[in-house]
Nanobody
Framework: QVRLTEFGGGLVQAGGSLRLSCIGS????????MAWFRQTPGKEREFVAR???????VYAESVKGRFTISRDDSRDMLYLQMNNLKPDDTAFYYC?????????????????WGQGTQVTVSS
C-alpha cells in the first residue's frame, strides 16, 4: 500500500477554482494508476478522474472539461485542478492508488486511500 495525504480543499463560490494535491510516501507513485474520488454524506463514493503511469487520463462525465488530473512521480505528487466549480461538486475528495480489479472506476479496485479533503462550493 501507499500512504497518501490530500490537501487543498476549502470553501469557494460557484465558478471559482481550487487545486487539490495528494502526496504519497516512499516515491511510490511510479508504475501505479492514480485516481480521485469524492463522496457526500449518505451517498456512495464516486469516481472523478484517473491517470495512468503514462499520463493517460479518464474523467467522469460530470467533471469533464472542468477538472484536470496530473501527476509528478518524481515528487510523489498527484493533483486535481478544478475550474468552474459548481455546488454539485461539494464533497469530500480522496486520492487513491489502483490495487486490484477489472473496473478502474470502482472504489473497491483501489487501496491506500488518503484522509480526504473537504471541498464546499456555495451558490
Amino acid at each position: 500500500q501507499v500512504r497518501l495525504t490530500e490537501f487543498g480543499g476549502g470553501l469557494v463560490q460557484a465558478g471559482g477554482s481550487l487545486r487539490l494535491s495528494c502526496i504519497g510516501s516512499g516515491r511510490t507513485f511510479a508504475g501505479k494508476i492514480m485516481a480521485w474520488f469524492r463522496q457526500t454524506p449518505g451517498k456512495e463514493r464516486e469516481f472523478v478522474a484517473r491517470i495512468t503511469q503514462t499520463a493517460n487520463t479518464v474523467y467522469a462525465e460530470s467533471v469533464k472539461g472542468r477538472f484536470t488530473i496530473s501527476r509528478d512521480d518524481s515528487r510523489d505528487m498527484l493533483y486535481l485542478q478544478m475550474n468552474n466549480l459548481k455546488p454539485d461538486d461539494t464533497a469530500f475528495y480522496y486520492c487513491a492508488s489502483f490495487y486490484f480489479g477489472d473496473n478502474l472506476d470502482q472504489p473497491a479496485s483501489y487501496d491506500s486511500w488518503g484522509q480526504g479533503t473537504q471541498v464546499t462550493v456555495s451558490s
